[in-house]
């Protein structure tokens, strides 16, 4: 079963785009990174990552090992800024990763 969209997949990509030309209404941000989370979770289904973005969204995503309980051993946490510039090509995983842009527990997903 696919999982539950919130964002509809029109308005999700129309934010997306006007962040990408440069729109930093706070809005526009949160719904940019609400649909490219949930277009992570369906693209990449599975428990075994989580990946933070605070505080618009989380969402558990990539198939192996799942977790019921508290924390995974695998979270990915960054900032709107940062997210959205790796979904748009802007930003690079390993520069974001080398300088400080993601939580202590960060690996790059395979």
Request: proline share 10%; glycine share 10%.
């Amino acid at each position: 079963m696919p999982p539950r969209r919130r964002i509809k997949p029109d308005e999700g990509a129309s934010a997306l785009g006007r962040y990408a030309a440069g729109e930093q209404d706070k809005q526009v941000i949160a719904t940019a990174v609400r649909y490219t989370l949930e277009e992570l979770m369906t693209r990449a289904p599975g428990r075994s990552v989580e990946v933070r973005v605070p505080p618009f969204g989380a969402v558990q995503c990539i198939e192996g090992p799942t977790h019921t309980r508290g924390t995974p051993p695998n979270v990915v946490e960054t900032d709107a800024a940062t997210w959205l510039g790796l979904v748009t090509g802007q930003t690079d995983w390993t520069q974001a990763r080398d300088q400080g842009q993601f939580g202590p527990a960060a690996t790059a997903p395979t």
